[in-house]
T-cell receptor, first 112, second 116 residues
Framework: GEDVEQSLFLSVREGDSSVINCTYT??????LYWYKQEPGAGLQLLTY?????DMKQDQRLTVLLNKKDKHLSLRIADTQTGDSAIYFC????????????FGAGTTVTVRA | NAGVTQTPKFQVLKTGQSMTLQCAQD?????MSWYRQDPGMGLRLIHY???????DQGEVPNGYNVSRSTTEDFPLRLLSAAPSQTSVYFC???????????????FGSGTRLTVV
């Protein structure tokens, strides 16, 4: 089965880089996603990575995937107050791409 | 382009009452899903549909029913509300196949339900 784990909290100073980590257990993952949830809102897709890639960069966001260790990370460069939110790691599996399996979410707090 | 629309945004129910959470999307997405979000547990899949007329159970289906008579609508029915169903409910939709892989799911803004 699938299981996605994340640390629950991260505090970072404005202007520093944030790194949010995620581990997953199912080696048949096809795509891995990072979603952002602002207070009172739904989830917004930030970025994704295909399981045969090691890295993906998109402006301030860098996703690193270590398939051997089943470890995914999201780095946010130059963190701003608007980056304060809950960040969810999620995966879809080759066998059932209709289903997203989510981690519990990491609450990122940006302090001045 | 409205995306995924959920109604109501807030609801308080008494134990034993029934109600329907509405979800509509205007993107012609094949896949639609209902998730519930509880603190420290991420989002858990309640029911999903891969197309009109097709529905199936997710991880936590007990106490909920769904139907998919059209591509656009995917209502979630609570049959007899219980305090354990107090949660935030999200509807989401996506293209299928390579579409869901590359674009992920589009989420509604959620329904916050309290059962007393």
């Amino acid at each position: 089965g699938e299981d996605v784990e994340q640390s629950l909290f991260l505090s970072v100073r404005e202007g520093d880089s944030s790194v949010i980590n995620c581990t997953y257990t199912d080696s048949s993952s096809t795509y891995l996603y990072w979603y952002k949830q602002e207070p009172g809102a739904g989830l917004q897709l930030l970025t994704y990575i295909f399981s045969n890639m090691d890295m993906k960069q998109d402006q301030r966001l860098t996703v690193l995937l270590n398939k051997k260790d089943k470890h995914l990370s999201l780095r946010i460069a130059d963190t701003q107050t608007g980056d304060s939110a809950i960040y969810f790691c999620a995966e879809t599996l080759r066998s059932n791409d209709y289903k997203l399996s989510f981690g519990a979410g990491t609450t990122v707090t940006v302090r001045a | 382009n409205a995306g995924v629309t959920q109604t109501p945004k807030f609801q308080v129910l008494k134990t034993g009452q029934s109600m329907t959470l509405q979800c509509a999307q205007d993107m012609n997405h094949e896949y639609m899903s209902w998730y519930r979000q509880d603190p420290g547990m991420g989002l858990r899949l309640i029911h999903y549909s891969v197309g009109a007329g097709i529905t199936d159970q997710g991880e936590v289906p007990n106490g909920y029913n769904v139907s998919r008579s059209t591509t656009e609508d995917f209502p979630l029915r609570l049959l007899s509300a219980a305090p354990s169903q107090t949660s935030v409910y999200f509807c989401a939709s996506s293209y299928k196949g390579q579409g869901v892989n590359r674009h992920g799911y589009t989420f509604g803004s959620g329904t916050r339900l309290t059962v007393v």
